[in-house]
T-cell receptor, first 114, second 116 residues
Framework: AQSVTQLGSHVSVSEGALVLLRCNYS??????LFWYVQYPNQGLQLLLK??????LVKGINGFEAEFKKSETSFHLTKPSAHMSDAAEYFC????????????FGTGTQLKVEL | NAGVMQNPRHLVRRRGQEARLRCSPM?????VYWYRQLPEEGLKFMVY????????ESGMPKERFSAEFPKEGPSILRIQQVVRGDSAAYFC??????????????FGPGTRLLVL
């Protein structure tokens, strides 16, 4: 069974500050890991994904995430927050053993303040 | 290339009625997934379908819910005799056939179901 834990349901940062959204996973097999962003009343958009290649993954809009097996973590970062980054962010995991269903965390609402 | 299409975007039903949610995958995608998002929660997997086949329905409630993906036409998620607890956003995602690596799922805008 797989699971994802996102610490902090709400995160607030100042514009220009570092964004750090935490994600820890549990998986009995090597995982594939994803970060999605959801703007109000919209579907999910893929930010980036880890599929066992490079452990540092770069995504869209300046986001990146680092896979750390020893810490079972896949935290999302962005060096400098922009107002347009305000949204809800979901971490998700699926396994490499076939099938493609995603198990999502409960999400982190990012607020960016002036 | 159009993205994943879902309709209707909003659906209001009274208790006991039926709800039909439609999903047209992206061009070239033959795999469809349905997820449900309850208020203040993350998305929960419901069902995974390929054309004319249900591959994994481990997340589907045992009663009142069904899904299909016919050879022609969109995928349909059907909820019979809706109850207030069915009020949620229902998202469809599609992907290309798996090819060894994990294929990205692309999400539609969702159908927001409100049961009165």
């Amino acid at each position: 069974a797989q699971s994802v834990t996102q610490l902090g349901s709400h995160v607030s940062v100042s514009e220009g500050a570092l964004v750090l959204l935490r994600c820890n996973y549990s998986s009995s097999v090597p995982p594939y890991l994803f970060w999605y962003v959801q703007y109000p009343n919209q579907g999910l958009q893929l930010l980036l994904k880890y599929t066992s290649a490079a452990t540092l993954v770069k995504g869209i809009n300046g986001f990146e995430a680092e896979f750390k097996k020893s810490e079972t973590s896949f935290h999302l970062t962005k060096p400098s927050a922009h107002m347009s980054d305000a949204a809800e962010y979901f971490c998700a995991v699926s396994n490499t053993g076939g099938g493609n269903k995603l198990t999502f965390g409960t999400g982190t609402q990012l607020k960016v303040e002036l | 290339n159009a993205g994943v299409m879902q309709n209707p975007r909003h659906l209001v039903r009274r208790r006991g009625q039926e709800a039909r949610l439609r999903c047209s995958p992206m061009k070239g995608h033959s795999h469809v997934y349905w997820y449900r998002q309850l208020p203040e929660e993350g998305l929960k997997f419901m069902v995974y379908l390929q054309k004319e086949n249900i591959i994994d329905e481990s997340g589907m409630p045992k009663e009142r819910f069904s899904a299909e993906f016919p050879k022609e036409g969109p995928s349909i998620l059907r909820i019979q005799q809706v109850v207030r607890g069915d009020s949620a956003a229902y998202f469809c995602a599609s992907s290309r056939p798996l090819a060894g690596n994990q294929e990205t799922q692309y999400f539609g805008p969702g159908t927001r179901l409100l049961v009165l």
